[in-house]
């Protein structure tokens, strides 16, 4: 993907700081024309490729791609193509900022951000922001560092449009019961699959000394227990219901295979 550059000689001098432990992210684009409506979306809603929910979940560890565009009019009735209105994109996430890429097939902002080091319940305020430049840029991106122009005679950059979404976090759980009965069935023995949308399956097996695998809970009055294991977010589906399937061999060598699902919302 192709971002778009400029090659102006700028003076920076103070450094923004980054870092931190922040789930607050706020997407910055900044423009050179005139006011306009945009659209932020996400690939981890209900809609597929992308979702413009207002609210929207993910999951703990996932990998979720945004888009911003510019759109035509309040009422958002297509994109609007950026080339000679946007000078430049960041993402920025609490104190951290990332560059945003130009997709110039599209005509929109692209960005990524991980979920890492954030718990179940956990709320992300993303926002996107388009900007005019005035004179020099504000910030620039310098090795590691983000810098802030140091002129200042310099206008600020005027914000032209924005969108948001909300998003939370949740971590799924999957937990199949397994009734008791005559012929004992090897539950340290089977293997759990995880069957994603795209045809690609994860096998668990049982959990073993380094933390990873399924667990067996205790058979409860009834007799019944429980297979349990909770994924990570490249296992399951980012929306829809992930299928689950638990295989496991009784004692005659018969293979048992118990079905389950997770409903991710």
């Not at 692209?110 to 993303?126: N, Q």
């Not at 976090?169 to 937990?175: F, G, N, P, Q, T």
């Not at 012929?183 to 795209?198: F, T, Y």
């Not at 399924?214 to 994924?231: D, K, L, R």
């Amino acid at each position: 993907m192709e971002s778009k550059r400029h090659s102006r000689s700028l003076a920076y001098g103070r450094a923004v700081a980054v870092g931190g432990g922040t789930v607050a992210m706020t997407l910055l684009c900044v423009c050179v024309a005139g006011c306009s409506s945009a659209s932020l979306a996400t690939d981890s809603g209900p809609g597929r490729p992308w979702s413009t929910d207002g609210q929207q979940m993910v999951h703990v560890g996932e990998h979720v791609d945004f888009s911003f565009v510019l759109t035509k009019g309040v009422l958002k009735r297509g994109p609007r193509d950026p080339v000679g209105a946007v000078d430049y994109c960041i993402a920025r996430a609490g104190s951290e900022q990332i560059e945003a890429d130009l997709d110039n097939q599209t005509g929109h902002y692209r960005f990524a951000f991980d979920v890492l080091g954030l718990r179940e319940g956990d709320a992300i305020a993303v926002t996107a922001e388009a900007y005019r430049e005035n004179g020099v840029r504000d910030t620039k991106q310098i090795g590691d560092a983000w810098v802030r122009a140091d002129d200042p005679f310099d206008q600020r950059d005027r914000v032209i449009a924005s969108d948001s979404v909300a998003l939370s976090v949740y971590r799924s759980l999957v937990e199949i019961p397994i009734p008791g009965g005559d012929v004992a069935l090897d539950l340290g023995g089977g293997r759990l699959e995880l069957h994603r949308a795209d045809g690609k399956v994860a096998t668990i097996y049982h959990k073993t000394a380094d933390g990873r695998g399924y667990e067996i809970a205790e058979p409860n009055s009834e007799g019944v227990s429980t297979i349990m294991y909770a994924p990570v977010a490249d296992e399951i589906n980012k929306s829809a219901t992930t299928y689950v399937r638990f295989r496991v061999l009784d004692g005659s060598g018969t293979e048992r295979v118990f079905d389950g699902h997770i409903p991710t919302p």
